[in-house]
Nanobody
């Protein structure tokens, strides 16, 4: 059974940075496409970033390109989301996700983390 545990959320001011971590247990992280989704208040989950099994290919939503970076530490079996230049519209619950296929929508996710709150004040 794959388990994903997120950490690193919090309350920050606009322009600040945060790094989210997703510790993976039960399977090797290189076996999965790993992604970060977020759900803002009153909205559905949207993909933020993904990293493929190779670790060399990544995907970003247009809204975060140039500000967020997804990465993976295979030795620690952990995925990260470095978030810079945070904006109030980045406020959401952020979820780590895993799938054996490329993740573009929440319906393709096989495993979810419990979520971590990120709040950006103006």
């Amino acid at each position: 059974q794959v388990q994903l545990v997120e950490s690193g959320g919090g309350l920050v001011q606009a322009g600040a940075s945060l790094r989210l971590s997703c510790a993976v247990t039960g399977r090797t992280v290189t076996n999965y496409v790993m992604a970060w989704f977020r759900r803002a208040p009153g909205q559905g989950r949207e993909i933020v970033a993904a990293i493929l099994r190779s670790g060399a290919n990544t995907y970003y939503a247009d809204s975060v390109k140039g500000r967020f970076t997804i990465s993976r530490d295979d030795a620690k079996n952990t995925v990260y989301l470095q978030m810079n230049s945070l904006k109030p519209e980045d406020t959401a619950v952020y979820y780590c996700a895993a799938s054996r296929q490329f993740i573009t929508t929440p319906t393709l996710v096989e495993y979810w983390g419990q979520g971590t709150q990120v709040t950006v004040s103006s």
